[in-house]
């Protein structure tokens, strides 16, 4: 559209340089860097994430390693993207009501990001880019592999579309803007564009699909432990992931009360403004809590948020033997020093809290700068890079049974085991066999 008077004092120095197509674009083309990085540096502490995922592996050593191949898509997405910002920076240079007319610009982008994907090039990971596809299709609408081998690349995958939940609900802004009539998809970003609870439904999809996987994979079990007879199985009987599904639940309220106090009217709602913050922040006080709990204890597979709420026993003996690996982790470690579990540990923390905020739409009239929004989506995707370095190496850990220990003197005592500790304060006894539920 033409630059509109009324549409540009609205537009914020930030969104000047960056409007919401290109932040779209780059965090998407940043998260599959990150991916690249994963599996990067897993490879060198010898962690097999291909067979983790059951992707195939190289059957010829002239075939580039699964991180170079990533990197070689990254690179090929990077590169238009630099320059199709640089070309927008050059013809717009910071006026508003230029800024306002070249959307056609970012929002090409946006197409070639998605052909790149669709198209069946051969030298640009076609087979990586395909297995992504055919895995996006299962699970965006709730699906979950039946084989359990092929499970965990779909639980992978369903959680990294959380992180990216508010990302989603900017990519839809986004497309709204660009094909509604006298608005510019550069402009400030129109939230309420499509109705008021388009937007808060977008966002909470990633959860939803998170949720039927997780009861799907209830009912599996309980199915299971039907056809023998009632007799509970090795997986238990569910309450493993009833517990997960009431995880991914918790993000329903701070988006559904997020999107009654943006377009707040006492006489549809029946309850204060105050009231109505008040529920929302006890929602999402029990959101970031839960699931933080959740990555350190069940994702993660580390003592410490069970060691610190549980009394340990009294040690009178002088001959008590030393922990058998470092406090608050397992014995099993893979990474270089358990200073990184205890670092991970609170920048998930300090991250998780933050994310629920972003998760409500109404808190962005406090971020008048488009930027502050920006910087907690980048958070958000840097955090879950950090939990998937993590998650695969407990991953494999379950899977082996067994790993190298960090250092000597940590060296555990017997071979990690699949058992929920009788500390856990959650659901301890959700499993009956030796085994635990494959689950994140």
């Given at each position: 559209?033409?630059?509109?008077?009324?549409?540009?004092?609205?537009?914020?120095a930030f969104s000047l340089v960056l409007p919401l197509p290109y932040r779209v674009s780059l965090i998407i083309v940043l998260g599959i860097w990150a991916w690249g990085l994963n599996l990067h540096y897993l490879s060198f502490l010898k962690i097999d994430v291909p067979n983790l995922i059951r992707y195939p592996h190289r059957?010829?050593?002239?075939?580039?390693?699964?991180?170079?191949?990533?990197?070689?898509?990254?690179?090929?997405?990077?590169i238009p993207l630099f320059l199709s910002i640089l070309l927008f920076w050059t013809l717009t240079y910071g006026n508003p009501r230029l800024v306002l007319t070249h959307e056609l610009l970012p929002q090409s982008y946006l197409i070639l990001l998605i052909l790149i994907f669709a198209l069946p090039i051969q030298y640009l990971s076609r087979s990586g880019r395909y297995r992504f596809l055919s895995t996006l299709r299962r699970v965006s609408i709730g699906g979950i592999a039946e084989a359990p081998d092929l499970k965990f690349g779909d639980i992978l995958l369903a959680d990294v579309l959380t992180s990216y939940a508010k990302v989603l609900g900017d990519l839809f802004v986004s497309l709204c803007m660009f094909f509604s009539s006298g608005v510019s998809s550069t402009a400030k970003p129109n939230r309420g564009c499509g109705g008021s609870y388009v937007v808060p439904l977008i966002i909470s999809i990633p959860s939803v699909i998170r949720l039927r996987?997780?009861?799907?994979?209830?009912?599996r079990v309980r199915r299971l432990n039907a056809k023998n007879g009632g007799v509970i199985g090795p997986a238990g009987w569910g309450g493993q992931h009833l517990a997960n599904a009431l995880k991914y639940s918790s993000a329903f309220p701070v988006i559904i009360l997020s999107a009654l106090q943006r377009g707040y009217d006492p006489a549809k709602i029946g309850l204060s403004e105050t009231t109505l913050f008040r529920l929302w922040l006890l929602a999402v006080f029990l959101n970031s809590f839960y699931s933080f709990y959740w990555d350190v204890t069940k994702d993660w597979d580390l003592s410490l948020l069970t060691q610190l709420?549980?009394?340990?026993?009294?040690?009178?003996?002088?001959?008590?033997?030393?922990?058998?690996?470092?406090?608050?982790?397992?014995?099993?470690?893979?990474?270089?020093?358990?200073?990184?579990?205890?670092?991970?540990?609170?920048?998930?923390?300090?991250l998780r809290c933050t994310w629920s905020f972003k998760l409500s739409p109404h808190l962005d009239h406090f971020n008048d700068l488009e930027g502050g929004i920006f910087v907690m989506e980048l958070l958000e995707v840097g955090r879950r890079w950090?939990?998937?370095?993590?998650?695969?190496?407990?991953?494999?850990?379950?899977?082996?049974q067994s790993a190298m220990p960090l250092h000597n003197h940590h060296r555990a005592a017997s071979s990690f085991s699949d058992e929920p500790r009788p500390d856990d304060i959650l659901l301890?006894?959700?499993?009956?066999?030796?085994?635990?539920?494959?689950?994140?």
């Open positions: 559209m033409d630059g509109d008077p009324a549409v540009e004092p609205e537009l914020d059957h010829s050593s002239t075939l580039p390693s699964h991180h170079l191949s990533v990197y070689r898509l990254a690179t090929l997405l990077t996987q997780c009861l799907i994979e209830y009912l709420f549980t009394s340990p026993p009294s040690t009178t003996s002088s001959t008590t033997k030393p922990p058998s690996h470092p406090y608050g982790l397992r014995p099993a470690l893979h990474l270089q020093t358990s200073t990184i579990y205890y670092l991970a540990i609170l920048l998930d923390f300090l950090m939990w998937i370095f993590l998650r695969v190496e407990t991953e494999w850990v379950r899977v082996n301890s006894e959700y499993g009956h066999g030796n085994g635990k539920v494959d689950d994140d």
